[in-house]
C-alpha cells in the first residue's frame, strides 16, 4: 500500500523556520512526483512546492508556488523515501494544514495540480504567529 505521512509543523513566529518531512512507502519513490500542499481555514487547498524525478534523462525539477519562491526549498532524500519542505521567512499567511501527495512523475512544460497526484497523506498544521 502506498503511505505518505506529513510531519513536522508547529508554531512559530513570523521570520521563523520550519521543516516539514513526506515519509513514504509502498512505491517506487525515484520515479515519482511528490507535492507539498496546503490548506487555510476558510480557502481552498493550494499547491506549494513540486519535486519530480521527470520523464527522461536529466528533467527532473522543482517547482514553487509564487507566494512560497526564495523561502521554501524542497529536497528529496531517495536512501529515506522521505521529502522535505524547509519554510523559511514564515509568514502569518502560511499558516495552514500542509500536506504532501504522490503521483506520476511528469516531464518538461507540465504545470502540476492537485489532480496530477492520487496519493495523498494526513496533514500536518502548521501556524505562523504575528
Known amino acids: 500500500d502506498v503511505q505518505l505521512q506529513a510531519s513536522g509543523g508547529g508554531l512559530v513566529q513570523t521570520g521563523g523556520s520550519l521543516r516539514l518531512s513526506c515519509a513514504t512507502s509502498?512505491?517506487?519513490?525515484?520515479?515519482?512526483?511528490v507535492g507539498w500542499f496546503r490548506q487555510a481555514p476558510g480557502k481552498e487547498r493550494e499547491g506549494v512546492s513540486y519535486?519530480?524525478?521527470?520523464?527522461?534523462?536529466?528533467?527532473?525539477?522543482?517547482d514553487y508556488a509564487d507566494s512560497v519562491k526564495g523561502r521554501f526549498t524542497i529536497a528529496s532524500d531517495n536512501a529515506k523515501n522521505t521529502v522535505y519542505l524547509q519554510m523559511n521567512s514564515l509568514k502569518p499567511e502560511d499558516t495552514a494544514v500542509y500536506y504532501c501527495?504522490?503521483?506520476?512523475?511528469?516531464?518538461?512544460?507540465?504545470?502540476?495540480?492537485?489532480?496530477?497526484?492520487?496519493?495523498w497523506g494526513r496533514g500536518t498544521q502548521v501556524t505562523v504567529s504575528s
Open positions: 519535486i519530480t524525478s521527470g520523464t527522461g534523462s536529466g528533467d527532473g525539477r522543482s
Open positions: 509502498g512505491f517506487k519513490f525515484d520515479d515519482y512526483s
Open positions: 501527495a504522490a503521483g506520476p512523475p511528469y516531464g518538461l512544460g507540465y504545470k502540476p495540480s492537485e489532480a496530477s497526484f492520487n496519493f
